[in-house]
């Protein structure tokens, strides 16, 4: 496989009414398999800002106080990925014995994975099967299989729970119910979130996106439930146990928000050995454990 | 304050019936305010166990394969504590900017903490005073004065939001509606574990205890919204988002467990500068943000 | 008190796209104290349609077998209403060993209106009050007082034990809550259906309505618990013990709705005893149990 | 099929603590297929009681007031039961069109049936198939294969949209479920209970059961999700949209509930054509609609 040179940016403007603290989580995430070649990040108006790295997700927060008024605050990253990938059939299971133990949040009930609800059904559903990729693959295309991509069929309250028996969601609740499924049998899953470059024309100009990453072996391995994109150009922002762990912005006090704009670019420069992203069969990996 | 020294032992028994893993999360934490004298644990039949430090809670979990048959795990600390203690007029409340990014995971909405839902009841009940100690202890006092300690009235499903119209629930309830209401007022807070040393003789013996901690200033500040202990006298063991972050023993595997045999003793060695945990009306922290 | 004429109409327009069947509940009902001066109603295309009632609410179920294609449904009538008035302080509230059997099924727990776990609050809240039509009417206002009416808010699946911690909710979610609370306390509640004539102008035009009706010694006392309406005013259509029973279109099959049209006008005619809609401290009732 | 004649008795005893009033559902329902050849009950001490029909249900509903102290009511019924047996394919669906009018609250969403969360898995799992009495006989087997019968595994609050992720429960969880899927796709259903005979030794001796009936045609039929009775043998005592219509006590006031005593006995006397309950094929009904 080529290497994928993704460039991609996010325009976020806020109306803001009061004093207001902003923490946004749009930083491209740094790993072993992602580098970042460049990126900038632009506040308007000029406000000091505190970029930090929280400690138990990685994720790259950009904290600033802003005073009420028109806010504006955009970022640009160009991302080189160098994915590990590896043949299903070659990708084992932990044994529970062998996870690390900061891993083990990623195996407990959460706000919207609420892996206490979702265990019977799991395992009536995918307990017969033989443990590894393939398991969590039969998540995810059973996940796909039953639920509709429909923004507006959910919002920021709907979890896994609501998503199993809805049949509809966006990209977050098709995270958040192949998660579940996968803690409920004893898989460290967590969420992802990136950027959608828009391969399901009909569903829109690039946006956000949220994925799902599985412990298999010692490797985190990317899973779409969606099935919108090809996984591997995918630019990684943040993760979590859920969506509370990796929300684009959190924002304390009363603001109006724009709608977020994101644009998004793939170089395509064989003779340098970077091509477009491609569908691959193989198991993709952007992180270690 | 006399310096207090509390000894406490815990003993958990099971029918193990298939190959299973434990974690066990009993052992007493260690912060600049509770040191640890002296300890000891013992798994029976003898297995290889890790004893690991979660990153992201500071736990400590000890990890231990079984096989099938009786399996019993005892621990037993001697710990010291060495409270920070403040007035309550002189603790301000952090203002969001300064909120330290490793605690704004306190500040999230989670499975047993439904801080999403919380919100409008958090800012109708409370929203109206005065940030800081008196806010957070209006909380604990509200929940306390509706809520019964009802043992068998709730259940490992049970969340904040449930307790809320339920009015009765174990500790663990009371912690987690606290909490909620707390982060729905932008206070991180987080759920910790301890024993109860059994201060209320109604309620029984020592048992598993679980209580608040809420970041003031710099210091994480206890709260117990039970209102059953004597809060200078609760040896810490663990911390976390919520009872997710926190159980005593997670068990992968098919096991029936004995009922846990907890005990507790205080020691009283007034020649030496120490005594017995008495009630203040200070604040008191065990830790630092 | 002069006599109250209401005349309203409803325009209700479909496009409908497979063969459905139609029940609506739009026809004024017929009490002792609410007389129909004149009906009429007419479907477009021309269809044969049955008008039946049902007889465990009474309610006038008008059902109509439809071929796609554009589809209209228009009702309008003038209704006379003497409503009963007494004194509040002249109600007493019935025994329970005297509620009569058919209005025990306004003592349950119901899809929306969930008696069983709002009981705890609504004794926290006012099981301390004398019984009677003040209990009623605090509860009224209470729920009045915690619930911002605010449309878009709440959607069909929404309850009563979501509009307590809420905050917010259309006319129906109001009326949920009070009726959960009145039957937690053993008072036999119901949800009752009408024409919002408007009175409130930032609300918008007269639209569909939803109240409650509460038993008190013998007749069934009307409380509006948004506040938005003058309760002389309401002419009423349909009760049940939720929204589930008295819907104004259930529709079955594949149909795309139209904003409903909803007009209201009052007769003002002093030298006949016809007056506008009044506000009263007394209270309204258009029904005997 | 020879006739069913079938005996029960019940026992309830309750210490009573403050002034209580009781309104008993244990009276056997009285319908063209279960006709009544003797009955008696006895309260004890001696109180005044009033047995009253509830039109919405046709349930009989025995009040009492009762004073503190020790309180017993015992029941005792003899039925013959001449169900209407039909050939499963001889039996067709109803069209909406043509459901009777009363019939329509069992189309409806209800506490414990919540249809409206049901929809989209009813029309996923069974949408494909022909409608008729072979789709609700394959709700009801999908029901049981996934249900375990676990005593104590829910409780009164539990509903349908539990039951289905629980995968457990008892038989008015198995009904729940059941119904709630039967009314998404537009069967009328609705809850009934009886008197399980103990025909499943391990589940223990005679107690109450819940069970269901639909609409095909003009005929309520029966299933029992449970498989584990022979509906033939099943003496019919209330119905009602769910649990909350059809309580076998509704308890107003402090008590203390003993544990329900019932018995079981079913005639077997060939030479007058009568028998035991026997496992059939066909399809069963006690009643029109």
Request: one cysteine or more; a negative charge; proline letters at 7%.
């Amino acid at each position: 496989m080529p290497r994928v040179r993704l460039n991609y940016s996010v325009e976020l403007t806020y109306e803001v009414c009061s004093p207001a603290v902003f923490a946004f989580n749009v930083h491209a995430a740094q790993t072993d398999q992602q580098r970042i070649l460049a990126e900038h990040y632009e506040i308007t108006p000029r406000r000091i800002s505190r970029l930090e790295c929280e400690s138990s997700t990685g994720n790259r927060v950009l904290r600033v106080e802003v005073d009420p008024g028109p806010f504006r605050m955009t970022y640009r990253a160009s991302v080189e990925l160098a994915p590990h990938f590896t043949s299903p059939d070659a990708i084992g299971s932990n044994a529970i014995a062998d996870i690390p133990i900061d891993a083990f949040r990623y195996l407990r009930t959460s706000r919207y994975c609420q892996v206490d609800k979702l265990t019977k059904v799991a395992w009536f559903e995918f307990g017969q099967m033989e443990r590894g990729y393939g398991q969590v693959a039969a998540i995810r295309d059973w996940v796909q299989r039953r639920t509709v991509f429909q923004p507006g069929s959910s919002n920021h309250g709907t979890s896994a729970l609501e998503t199993l028996t809805e049949h509809s969601g966006v990209c977050r609740d098709f995270a958040h119910l192949m998660i579940g499924f996968c803690r409920a049998l004893n898989y460290p899953a967590r969420f992802v979130t990136g950027v959608d470059y828009g391969a399901a024309p009909a569903l829109g100009p690039p946006d956000f996106h949220a994925y799902v990453e599985v412990l298999l072996d010692s490797r985190w391995y990317l899973f779409d439930p969606t099935g919108i994109t090809i996984p591997t150009g995918l630019p990684r922002i943040g993760t979590g146990t859920d969506a509370a762990d990796a929300s684009f912005a959190t924002i304390f006090g009363s603001v109006r928000s724009g709608m977020p704009l994101v644009e998004f670019f793939a170089d395509n420069d064989p003779a340098n050995g970077i091509g477009l992203p491609q569908p691959t069969l193989l198991a993709i990996s952007l992180a270690q454990a």
